[in-house]
């Protein structure tokens, strides 16, 4: 098992709750100096440990040993992350939906209720139609009229 996911969570989950080590070592319920060992990469954490740092936060154990989620299919209205917190907060809402979507697409397997994308057959790549008309061919597809709103 590759354990280095574990101070990439343990940071990215402090921070997004707005703790420093002390804070999150003492929600744990264990040192700090054993705290900052783990989350700097520098000791692996005792089973009891782990059960406490992820009650502590207020998550799963499997959030704290899962790797990372990759999405680039994200996107922001602003690409601009301003401060060290802000990047990692935006990480953590990235991998919470990550997660989620993961456990909904696997839940619709397990129903054998699978959808399929409504817009799936309209190519944006396509040259030959004006962003006008891609719109058009969109609202049309989803039965909506010229001047009606568009809800997100």
């Given amino acids: 098992m590759d354990y280095s ?4 969570n ?3 989950i402090r921070i997004a709750r707005g703790l420093n080590q002390s804070q ?3 929600l744990a319920d ?4 054993a705290y900052f060992n783990i989350e700097s990469g520098k000791a692996l954490p005792r089973a009891s440990n782990l059960e406490k740092l992820a009650r502590g936060f207020g998550v799963k154990v499997q959030d704290v040993l899962a790797a990372p989620a990759q ?3 994200i996107r922001f209205r602003s690409s601009k992350i301003k401060t060290e917190k ?5 990480e953590q809402v990235i991998n919470e939906v990550t ?3 993961k456990c909904y ?16 057959n309209i190519n944006i790549n396509d040259n030959s139609l004006s962003i006008k008309e891609l719109a058009w061919k969109t609202r049309e597809m989803m039965g909506l009229e010229l001047d009606e709103i568009v809800n997100d």
């Fill in 5 to 8: 996911s574990i101070p990439i």
């Fill in 10 to 12: 343990l940071k990215r």
């Fill in 24 to 26: 999150a070592a003492a």
């Fill in 30 to 33: 264990i040192s700090r100096v």
């Fill in 71 to 73: 999405c680039s299919s």
């Fill in 86 to 90: 802000s990047k990692i907060m935006r």
């Fill in 99 to 101: 997660r989620w979507k």
């Fill in 105 to 120: 697409d696997d839940l619709e397997i397990l129903l054998d209720q699978q959808r399929s994308f409504s817009l799936s």
